[in-house]
């Protein structure tokens, strides 16, 4: 079956890079979607690229997807207090997502 | 464009009771998702509804139920309440197209005690 993991925990201090990242196993998926999830909220669509894409840049987040080791990964630049969540990564199935155990980014200030 | 919209935002149940969930997609959209999610296992899919009809459960016991009317709302119950059901569950709202990325709501956080 699918398998996506993730690093349960990341801590960086305010206007550093954070760089979250996911390992998957199927790698039949036609997108791959980063989400975030504050506190007490739903999940947010941060990005996501097609998988025939090597990275794709928006605005401060950069998405990196290397398919030949089904790693990918998000770069946030200058890591602001606003930005800690949980982010999730997601595989596209054929019905339904698959997500990974989720990051909690930590933003000391 | 409202985004997607699940009410109640918060339950208490008490243990055997049934509860029924709400969520309304974004305009135009036909394809209503829902998905539990728990500390323990993570975010899981429960069914996808498109059209009124399910096209897709995961793997949930007869329980979880659902449906969805013509404007594409769609409704979730879970009978017998267990302990265990206690989550927050979540609707996702997908339009069509190359790109179908699903849009969240606010989840409805379920307490069973």
């Known amino acids: 079956g699918e398998d996506v993991e993730q690093s349960l925990f990341l801590s960086v201090r305010e206007g550093d890079s954070s760089v979250i990242n996911c390992t998957y196993t199927d790698s039949s998926s036609t997108y791959l979607y980063w989400y975030k999830q504050e506190p007490g909220a739903g999940l947010q669509l941060l990005t996501y690229i097609f998988s025939n894409m090597d990275m794709k840049q928006d605005q401060r987040l950069t998405v990196l997807l290397n398919k030949k080791d089904k790693h990918l990964s998000l770069r946030i630049a200058d890591t602001q207090t606003g930005d800690s969540a949980i982010y999730f990564c997601a595989l596209s199935g054929t019905y339904k997502y698959i997500f990974g155990t989720g990051t909690r980014l930590k933003v000391l200030a | 464009k409202a985004g997607v919209t699940q009410t109640p935002r918060y339950l208490i149940k008490t243990r055997g009771q049934q509860v029924t969930l709400s969520c309304s997609p974004i305009s135009g959209h036909r394809s209503v998702s829902w998905y539990q999610q728990t500390p323990g296992q993570g975010l899981q899919f429960l069914f996808e509804?498109?059209?009124?009809?399910?096209?897709n459960k995961g793997n949930f016991p007869g329980r979880f139920s659902g449906r969805q009317f013509s404007n594409s709302r769609s409704e979730m119950n879970v009978s017998t309440l267990e302990l265990g059901d206690s989550a927050l569950y979540l609707c996702?709202?997908?339009?069509?197209?190359?790109?179908?990325?699903?849009?969240f709501g606010q989840g409805t956080r379920l307490t069973v005690v």
């Open positions: 509804y498109f059209s009124e009809t399910q096209r």
């Open positions: 996702a709202s997908k339009g069509t197209g190359v790109n179908t990325e699903a849009f």
